[in-house]
T-cell receptor, first 116, second 114 residues
Framework: EAGVTQFPSHSVIEKGQTVTLRCDPI?????LYWYRRVMGKEIKFLLH????????ESGMPNNRFLAERTGGTYSTLKVQPAELEDSGVYFC??????????????FGEGSRLTVL | LAKTTQPISMDSYEGQEVNITCSHN???????ITWYQQFPSQGPRFIIQ???TKVTNEVASLFIPADRKSSTLSLPRVSLSDTAVYYC???????????????FGTGTLLAVQP
């Protein structure tokens, strides 16, 4: 079974440009999360989708960040315009909660964003 | 969401048992304790989860005292490949509609040497 896949693995852009990160969750997982780690800081929650709906976007830093999950399958996270402080690693995770599992999150390998 | 505190780093040698303790004084009644492992350039990976007493799987054991204000992850006979950051998190995984967002702390960097 394929795990959570993220694309691109690394993106280098200049300040002011736009970048779109993509996440393909594990097939059948309704829950999709975005996290990020900026340099020297802890991994921080950004937002949570349940299918195509945003359940919680309390961690989104500002309106330069836009996340979508049309059709409830893959998700994109767009940063426009990118700023230097947006550099970091963006992780996507998915899960499918039921009464018989642990609710664990399955993480992708992350997309490293470097803004110059 | 309860915060956790754990050592920043630990050193060990191959073949030793490693115990990483985490404190979570404000854990809520519905919260479980979950540990994740993260290797460089990878996302965190679930290791083990428990609510109380002891849980064991093929990778690790998790010890949780009666007051649940702390927990200890035990890795038996570590190898070089166990060098990673280990995160202790608390939360309600069966959230019943609320967001199961994880609050990551600094984690513990375990360095296993030959």
């Amino acid at each position: 079974e394929a795990g959570v896949t993220q694309f691109p693995s690394h993106s280098v852009i200049e300040k002011g440009q736009t970048v779109t990160l993509r996440c393909d969750p594990i097939s059948g997982h309704d829950n999709l999360y975005w996290y990020r780690r900026v340099m020297g800081k802890e991994i921080k929650f950004l937002l949570h989708f349940v299918k195509e709906s945003k359940q919680d976007e309390s961690g989104m830093p500002n309106n330069r960040f836009l996340a979508e999950r049309t059709g409830g399958t893959y998700s994109t996270l767009k940063v426009q315009p990118a700023e230097l402080e947006d550099s970091g690693v963006y992780f996507c995770a998915s899960s499918q909660v039921s009464s018989s599992n642990t609710g664990e999150l399955f993480f992708g390998e992350g997309s490293r964003l470097t803004v110059l | 969401l309860a915060k956790t505190t754990q050592p920043i780093s630990m050193d060990s040698y191959e073949g030793q048992e490693v115990n990483i303790t985490c404190s979570h004084n404000n854990i809520a009644t519905n919260d479980y304790i979950t540990w994740y492992q993260q290797f460089p350039s990878q996302g965190p990976r679930f290791i083990i989860q428990g609510y109380k007493t002891k849980v064991t799987n093929e990778v690790a054991s998790l010890f949780i005292p009666a007051d649940r204000k702390s927990s200890t992850l035990s890795l038996p006979r570590v190898s070089l490949s166990d060098t990673a950051v280990y995160y202790c998190l608390v939360g309600d995984p069966l959230y019943g509609g609320a967001t199961n967002k994880l609050i990551f702390g600094t984690g513990t960097l375990l360095a296993v040497q030959p």
